[in-house]
């Protein structure tokens, strides 16, 4: 099932990809965190960034167990609808949660900040990644530098 809620993904189906994931529930195929994440990443691909926010608190009251990706791709849902703001609460969550946080985690959060001007908040979350143990990436480093591009 979960290959094909990701094939799903990328074929642009998402209505598709839920209709699985809610078929699941009434057989015994078991929806677990990589079920959540690619029906996640189906929704945010697709722009559905509050469908993609109300299955990853699904996720979370089940308690499935998130990873970075359930995150991260919940974060893009966010950015997709240039609601950084949002982007950064759940990057907060991820910092007090117990999952290990890695530069993919930390560039999805920039991405969201960068791409409505929120140059100074890119930069620090830059800035947080030592702090974090995470070494900074080239997409890190891209993302800071496209957010100061895009700053008047």
Not at 10 to 27: D, N, P, R, T, V
Not at 45 to 74: C, H, P
Not at 103 to 126: D, H, P, V, Y
Request: glycine share 6%.
């Amino acid at each position: 099932c979960n290959a094909a809620i990701s094939a799903c993904e990328k074929g642009g189906e998402w209505h598709k990809a839920l209709q699985i994931f809610s078929a699941m529930a009434s057989c015994t195929a078991q929806r677990d965190m990589l079920t959540y994440n690619a029906v996640i990443s189906a929704l945010s691909t697709a722009g559905r960034w509050e469908k993609a926010l109300q299955l990853f608190s699904v996720m979370l009251q089940n308690q499935v167990g998130a990873d970075v990706i359930s995150y991260s791709a919940t974060m893009s849902a966010c950015e997709k609808a240039d609601d950084w703001q949002r982007s950064l609460q759940v990057f907060s969550m991820l910092m007090r949660s117990e999952v290990e946080i890695d530069a993919i985690g930390f560039s999805t959060a920039m991405n969201a900040c960068g791409t409505r001007g929120e140059w100074g908040k890119t930069l620090q979350l830059l800035s947080e990644m030592p702090q974090s143990m995470v070494e900074a990436t080239r997409r890190n480093f891209g993302a800071a530098m496209r957010s100061c591009q895009t700053h008047d």
